[in-house]
């Protein structure tokens, strides 16, 4: 490296995630990198983002904790206001790497994004021009985390309460003229795929399963032309079959490090354990082996259905669980199933946990979309993605 800049910022590389598919998090960059009130007192600092990270890890009791971070494109100008040219030299080797996505304005990837992936958003910003079109930010009390200044101005994380805004306080920048205007027209047909993206699709042509849900294991997502999705084999317009059913993710943390995520599908119910069994989720090879020699055969059993996730202890030794925000463990109950939310922690043994990520919808279902939403639609090929 030409520069030498702290280490500790260099080390942040490792917390950022290339795609939103592993990340635990949103990050509106230049919203955190700018937001004086935390942090050393400088107009920008990378810092920050440092802070939000250590933040975030303890929330979610993974020191291994992911984001994925959209930023400005000017975010990495305005180099007096940083504490020396090595935190934007940084920067900008991070989007070259693509660790950092940016865009002119990184608010309209942000939102789409959180809206398909339901991961949490860290920002300050009130995102009120925003609100007639993404209107689920109106009274959003769960999926945005504010940053305010704690002792030594370390960065503490709160939920916030978005509010409703209203339709006065909504400035016309979202008139069509206005959307023209500020080249967001690109983000309202995004929008239009944010829509396609939460719902399941079917060809009516007789025999076509290309996207048939209750199939294979096929995650697809449609071609869209005019604003129609098609059937890429058929270039049928498909019928809406429904919203697509949300899945859970359940991460796997070897001493507080995430070292494994599961996907499970709504109404899956599903074993984990040294060995499970037909159908169950396996640890051994995941796990070392003085701490798999501590898990049952069966330990832990995972149900997803419209009601969330529910834990269930099937093993011997016990499984303990603690709230999120509670401040002791409680043992995971044999016989009822509790109900397991994002960032609560159930223990297998000591040095093995379970966590759960926010996560909405097939990871390969936003990563097609996020690829499609960059690219011209030259083919249907592009859109489409296989799960593995
Ligand atoms: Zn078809």
Redesign the pocket.
């Given at each position: 490296m030409p520069h030498n800049p702290d280490h500790r910022l260099a080390f942040l590389a490792r917390h950022l995630a290339p795609t939103p598919q592993d990340a635990d998090a949103l990050i509106d960059l230049s919203n955190v990198v700018r937001n004086s009130r935390v942090g050393p007192r400088h107009g920008r600092s990378l810092d920050r983002l440092r802070q939000v990270v250590d933040a975030l890890a303890r929330r979610t009791s993974d020191r291994e904790v992911r984001v994925y971070a959209v930023a400005d494109r000017s975010l990495r100008h305005g180099v007096h206001e940083y504490p020396g040219p090595d935190e934007p030299w940084l920067l900008a080797d991070w989007i070259a790497q693509g660790l950092v996505e940016e865009a002119d304005d990184a608010d309209e990837p942000l939102l789409a994004l959180a809206d398909v992936t339901g991961l949490p958003v860290v920002s300050n910003d009130d995102f009120k021009d925003f609100r007639l079109v993404h209107p689920w930010i109106q009274g959003n009390t769960g999926q945005f985390l504010g940053m305010r200044p704690g002792p030594d101005r370390a960065v503490v994380l709160h939920e916030r309460d978005m509010g409703v805004r209203s339709a006065a306080d909504i400035s016309r920048k979202l008139e069509e003229s206005d959307l023209k205007a500020h080249g967001l027209l690109k983000g309202s047909k995004r929008l239009l795929m944010t829509e396609i993206v939460k719902r399941s699709w079917r060809?009516p042509?007789r025999g076509?399963t290309?996207y048939d849900t209750r199939r294979g294991t096929a995650v697809r997502l449609p071609y869209v032309r005019r604003d129609v999705p098609l059937?890429e084999?058929?270039r049928?317009p498909l019928v809406d079959d429904g919203p697509r059913t949300a899945v859970s993710q359940l991460k796997l943390l070897v001493d507080d490090a995430c070292v494994h995520r599961f996907t499970l599908d709504a109404g899956t119910t599903v074993v984990l354990g040294r060995a499970p069994g037909e159908g169950g989720i396996t640890l051994y090879g995941l796990l070392p082996d003085p701490l798999l020699r501590r898990v049952s055969r069966r330990h832990v059993l995972a149900t997803v259905d419209e009601d969330g996730l529910r834990l269930r202890n099937l093993s011997g030794y016990g499984t303990r669980l603690l709230r999120h925000g509670a401040k002791s463990w409680s043992a995971l109950s044999d016989e009822t199933p509790a109900p397991f939310r994002v960032n609560d922690v159930a223990e297998l043994t000591a040095g093995v946990t379970l966590t759960r990520s926010a996560r909405r919808y097939p990871a390969e279902i936003a990563a097609a979309w996020q690829r499609s939403a960059r690219q011209v639609p030259e083919g249907p090929a592009r859109a489409a993605t296989r799960r593995h």
């Open positions: 060809c042509e076509c290309l059937c084999l058929h049928t």
